[in-house]
């Protein structure tokens, strides 16, 4: 402890190829890092280096676009094999630093070191400025990348070099702290709460908790290291701390009294069989549903017309993958396949929780409603969640994820999902979701609404009605909000 190995801050950086293909992976093309003194936040030394992969053609033409560096640019570089030792010597046991590593540098470190057969490096602590600044500098800065921070404080642009990068990342971390500083001091003067966006602080999406990373506990300073995105040490005696007051705090709230608990029974006992009845429905009656020529949805621009239709039963769990494909101006978008192929899925007696409302802005509309979610439902899209989840990890994504099945605290809250109803402007608005009304017969009428609001679906999918739908799982990563969502093909509203 106190050695100048232990008090030197490790800032750095990787620039990779993009992964094109399911199951690629990432290839490092260049390293940087800069040591710095944590006392006196001055750089003592400097290592960088381009990096040739093992396969040139790991190099796409989208890789190129992202960070400009060729295949030509590496020829003559070293391996990652041949810069390990020195890579090793700067990162191991030291605090590691860098914006937006605890989700991608990181990884890539462990897998490059993983993929030469040789023991990582692992850091003393670990400083994401990505968290840190979001949380205690606010989104002042817009989308609090790296670049975005450069332009707000007149650094200068994002270069996509690993050395460059990482000092003007200590740059950035400079400034923030300096209007911290300036603003904790003279409080009357400079108002942050002004300047800060309300969505600064982060919740656990799972129930609405304030998540530890934020959670601030009194007064004790020993936490504050957790608060501004800090790791400690797994082996830290404070983290195992931390870790047991949070554990406390989250399940405070989650059983009732006895007296509660007598009072809910009836209400659980109810939901319980409700739930089973249509869990039932879904596993035991499949002629239920309409019948397959009726689900056939005519591929519209953008779609992909050869997405088989498979309902909950016929969905594997182990075959479920996602992978990232073109899409505008050469981004890519996550895309979720079924034994290698697109799909739609099909269930049918969803009982509608709650019904349609109109989030659209600017005039676009954005009609969805909130159903009730079968536990087979449940398993499937928790299942597609995690798997587009860990794909937009490694792509690098910065956005908070927000989950597609909702759950919330209580006995009579079963878990819900929100279903969006497509609307399309070609020659004026109308509905490209497909609409029919379902009779108890089991006859299936096509309804051709006039006009696209709110009060005519309303109407129509109404809280306590049931439905049959017949959905996509699409991605999205729109405002620093990614995820994936329910879009409807075909909706059948049940008499």
Same mark, same amino acid.
């Given at each position: 402890?106190?050695?100048?190995?232990?008090?030197? @801050?490790?800032?750095?950086?990787?620039?990779?190829?993009?992964?094109?293909?399911?199951?690629?992976?990432?290839?490092?093309?260049?390293?940087?890092? +800069?040591?710095?003194?944590?006392?006196?936040?001055?750089?003592?030394?400097?290592?960088?280096?381009?990096?040739?992969?093992?396969?040139?053609?790991?190099?796409?033409?989208?890789?190129?676009?992202?960070?400009?560096?060729?295949?030509?640019?590496?020829?003559?570089?070293?391996?990652?094999?041949?810069?390990?030792?020195?890579?090793?010597? +700067?990162?191991?046991?030291? @605090?590691?630093?860098?914006?937006?590593?605890?989700?991608?540098?990181?990884?890539?470190?462990?897998?490059?070191?993983?993929?030469?057969?040789?023991?990582?490096?692992?850091?003393?602590?670990?400083?994401?400025?990505?968290?840190?600044?979001?949380?205690?500098?606010?989104?002042?800065?817009?989308?609090?990348?790296?670049?975005?921070?450069?332009?707000?404080?007149?650094?200068?642009?994002?270069?996509?070099?690993?050395?460059?990068?990482?000092?003007?990342?200590?740059?950035?971390?400079?400034?923030?702290?300096?209007?911290?500083?300036?603003?904790?001091?003279?409080?009357?003067?400079?108002?942050?709460?002004?300047?800060?966006?309300?969505?600064?602080?982060?919740?656990?999406?799972?129930?609405?908790?304030?998540?530890?990373?934020?959670?601030?506990?009194? %007064?004790?300073?020993?936490?504050?290291? /957790?608060?501004?995105?800090?790791?400690?040490?797994?082996?830290?005696?404070? %983290?195992?701390?931390?870790?047991?007051?949070?554990?406390?705090?989250? @399940?405070?709230?989650?059983?009732?009294?006895?007296?509660?608990?007598?009072?809910?029974?009836?209400?659980?006992?109810?939901?319980? !069989?409700?739930?089973?009845?249509?869990?039932?429905?879904?596993?035991?009656?499949?002629?239920?549903?309409?019948?397959? $020529?009726?689900?056939?949805?005519?591929?519209?621009?953008?779609?992909?017309?050869?997405?088989?239709?498979?309902?909950?039963?016929?969905?594997?769990?182990?075959?479920?993958? !996602?992978?990232?494909?073109?899409?505008?101006?050469?981004?890519?978008? +996550?895309?979720?396949? #079924?034994?290698?192929?697109?799909?739609?899925?099909?269930?049918?007696?969803?009982?509608?929780?709650?019904?349609?409302? %109109?989030?659209?802005?600017?005039?676009?509309?954005?009609?969805?409603?909130?159903?009730?979610?079968?536990?087979?439902?449940?398993?499937?899209?928790?299942?597609?969640?995690?798997?587009?989840?860990?794909?937009?990890? $490694?792509?690098?994504?910065?956005?908070?994820?927000?989950?597609?099945?909702?759950?919330?605290?209580?006995?009579?809250?079963?878990?819900?999902?929100?279903? #969006?109803?497509?609307?399309?402007?070609?020659?004026?608005?109308?509905?490209?979701?497909?609409? &029919?009304?379902?009779?108890?017969?089991?006859?299936?009428?096509?309804?051709?609404?006039? /006009?696209?609001?709110?009060?005519?679906?309303?109407?129509?999918?109404?809280?306590?009605?049931?439905?049959?739908? &017949?959905?996509?799982?699409?991605?999205?990563? &729109?405002? /620093?909000?990614?995820?994936?969502?329910?879009?409807?093909?075909?909706?059948?509203?049940?008499?």
């Amino acid at each position: 402890m106190g050695s100048s190995h232990e008090m030197r @801050i490790a800032f750095f950086d990787v620039e990779t190829t993009i992964p094109t293909q399911t199951g690629q992976g990432y290839a490092i093309l260049v390293f940087g890092a +800069i040591l710095v003194c944590p006392r006196k936040l001055v750089e003592l030394h400097s290592y960088s280096t381009l990096v040739r992969p093992s396969k040139l053609s790991l190099i796409s033409s989208l890789s190129v676009r992202c960070n400009g560096i060729t295949g030509d640019d590496v020829l003559a570089a070293p391996t990652f094999a041949e810069i390990a030792d020195e890579v090793y010597d +700067i990162l191991h046991g030291r @605090i590691w630093a860098g914006h937006n590593i605890l989700r991608f540098d990181c990884h890539r470190i462990r897998e490059a070191f993983a993929m030469i057969g040789r023991p990582a490096p692992e850091p003393s602590g670990t400083i994401d400025s990505l968290k840190l600044l979001t949380e205690r500098f606010g989104r002042r800065a817009g989308d609090m990348k790296m670049a975005s921070l450069a332009t707000y404080f007149g650094i200068g642009q994002q270069k996509h070099r690993s050395l460059d990068d990482v000092r003007m990342n200590l740059e950035v971390v400079k400034c923030c702290a300096t209007v911290l500083f300036l603003e904790s001091s003279l409080p009357d003067i400079f108002t942050s709460s002004s300047w800060v966006s309300p969505n600064v602080t982060t919740r656990n999406r799972s129930n609405g908790k304030l998540s530890p990373t934020t959670l601030n506990v009194g %007064n004790n300073k020993s936490n504050s290291s /957790q608060r501004l995105g800090v790791e400690a040490s797994p082996s830290s005696s404070m %983290n195992k701390k931390l870790e047991e007051i949070f554990s406390l705090l989250a @399940i405070s709230n989650e059983e009732p009294d006895n007296t509660t608990l007598s009072r809910m029974t009836p209400f659980r006992d109810e939901r319980k !069989a409700e739930l089973k009845r249509l869990e039932a429905d879904d596993l035991d009656s499949p002629c239920r549903l309409p019948p397959i $020529e009726a689900l056939q949805h005519p591929a519209s621009e953008g779609s992909n017309s050869s997405a088989v239709v498979l309902t909950p039963e016929e969905i594997s769990i182990p075959l479920l993958a !996602a992978k990232l494909v073109p899409y505008y101006r050469g981004t890519q978008k +996550i895309t979720l396949l #079924h034994n290698g192929a697109s799909f739609h899925l099909c269930s049918c007696r969803l009982r509608v929780r709650l019904g349609v409302k %109109n989030f659209g802005e600017g005039g676009k509309p954005r009609f969805s409603f909130i159903v009730d979610a079968t536990p087979t439902i449940c398993q499937i899209l928790d299942a597609c969640d995690d798997i587009a989840h860990k794909l937009s990890t $490694e792509s690098a994504s910065i956005s908070e994820w927000k989950h597609i099945v909702t759950r919330k605290c209580g006995f009579i809250n079963s878990p819900t999902v929100r279903m #969006h109803i497509q609307t399309i402007n070609v020659d004026g608005l109308r509905y490209e979701t497909e609409i &029919y009304r379902k009779q108890s017969s089991g006859a299936v009428e096509k309804l051709t609404l006039s /006009q696209c609001n709110v009060d005519e679906l309303d109407a129509l999918v109404s809280s306590g009605s049931f439905v049959d739908v &017949y959905f996509s799982l699409e991605s999205y990563d &729109y405002h /620093q909000n990614a995820g994936i969502r329910a879009v409807l093909k075909k909706l059948f509203v049940c008499s």
